[in-house]
């Protein structure tokens, strides 16, 4: 469900989402898609601080694709995501969970990528340098794309170009 379609409800719909977030007899994906909906509609809300380390779990536990679809989604409270994901990253390394709490860190803090790198373990830089080269990509392709429509004539190699240049800056 859009949460921009639930937006014009958001005193409502925030109450409902809220209340199922912190009923600890849901199951976890039920707290975990009211977690989204909290996260847009009211993202400073202090009951946040609470929820962090909970929220985090519930990520890890998600297959990769699902992870990937979940980020976004929780985007607006990555503040209150980066601490409990950092701890599962760095007390678990090698195992699926603490992989996935690397990709959750990179792609929450992309502000951030030298944090990631901090509290890496030697066995996970090969995984942590893959996420940053994926970043990378994309950043490029985005760069590419505002740079082509500013330059005269769609000039693709010297918008790729340039935006190579600002990624290297």
């Known amino acids: 469900v859009s949460v921009s379609l639930l937006d014009r409800h958001h005193e409502h719909v925030g109450d409902f989402a809220w209340s199922s ?11 975990l898609r009211a977690a989204a909906i909290c996260a847009q509609l009211d993202p400073t809300d202090l009951r946040w601080k609470k929820l962090g380390g909970e929220v985090a779990r519930w990520l890890v536990e998600l297959g990769m694709p699902e992870l990937h679809d979940w980020i976004p989604l929780l985007q607006p409270v990555a503040v209150v995501l980066t601490s409990p994901l950092r701890s599962i990253y760095r007390d ?14 990179a792609r929450l803090q992309l502000d951030d990528s030298v ?13 942590v340098v893959e996420i940053l080269a994926d970043q990378l990509i994309g950043a490029e392709a985005v760069l590419s794309a505002e740079l082509n429509a500013l330059l005269p004539h769609g000039d693709t190699e010297a918008a790729r170009e340039r935006a190579r240049i600002c990624i290297a800056l």
């Not at 977030?21 to 707290?31: H, I, P």
């Not at 678990?92 to 860190?105: F, I, T």
């Open 21 to 31: 977030l912190l009923d600890e007899k849901r199951q976890d994906s039920d707290r």
């Open 92 to 105: 678990q390394s090698s195992s699926p969970e603490g992989e996935k709490a690397a990709v959750a860190l």
């Open 115 to 127: 944090a990631l790198v901090k509290v890496a373990r030697p066995n996970q830089m090969r995984r």
